[in-house]
């Protein structure tokens, strides 16, 4: 292995965090179906399939590495929310954890001088900036569109939301 057991724990840990965010994703997904709610809903199920891809990223790079992967239990999502707000409130508190996290590992790679580390890092920086904007901004927009038909507006223009990159 090129590094550390422990920054090889950290990033097992985080790639469990990632699945687990596809898991809670997907818990949202199938909220907002149950409530007819069908184009945020397949949002979230977007945002569900880049966490499973974040995941795998630190699949991929601990294996490139020479690291041993290592695949933990996934904790069970919250499946229950109040409102929409409610969920975009929870991924927006989920998000912010995440960077935290990801901000931690990063301490770490530096403290250890893993310039490799810290490349692959950047990335899930820049991307946590994005994402917790992204939430903020719908957030916002929720709680301005109230229940009814300003929701409905908001459900009929997230059934077209083309996620970064997957633009053709
Ligand atoms: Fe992979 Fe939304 O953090």
Do not use: C
């Not at 590495?65 to 409102?83: C, H, M, N, Y």
């Not at 770490?108 to 890092?121: D, G, R, T, Y």
């Amino acid at each position: 292995m090129m590094f550390s057991k422990k920054l090889q724990d950290a990033l097992n840990k985080q790639m469990n965090q990632e699945f687990y965010s596809e898991y809670m994703y997907l818990a949202m997904t199938a909220y907002l179906r149950y409530n007819s709610l069908d184009g945020v809903a397949s949002f979230f199920l977007g945002q569900s399939q880049e966490e499973h891809a974040h995941a795998m990223k630190i699949f991929d790079f601990l294996n490139e590495k020479g690291g041993r992967v290592t695949l933990e239990a996934i904790d069970g999502p919250q499946v229950e929310f109040k409102s929409v707000a409610d969920v975009f409130k929870t991924a927006v508190d989920h998000e912010r954890a995440v960077s935290k996290s990801i901000n931690k590992l990063m301490d770490l790679a530096i403290a250890e001088n893993e310039h490799s580390v810290k490349s692959f890092l950047q990335w899930f920086v820049d991307e946590q900036v994005e994402e917790e904007a992204l939430f903020d901004r719908l957030l916002n927009k929720v709680k301005l569109a109230g229940d009814g038909q300003g929701l409905l507006i908001i459900d009929s223009q997230l059934a077209n939301f083309v996620p970064k990159g997957k633009a053709t």
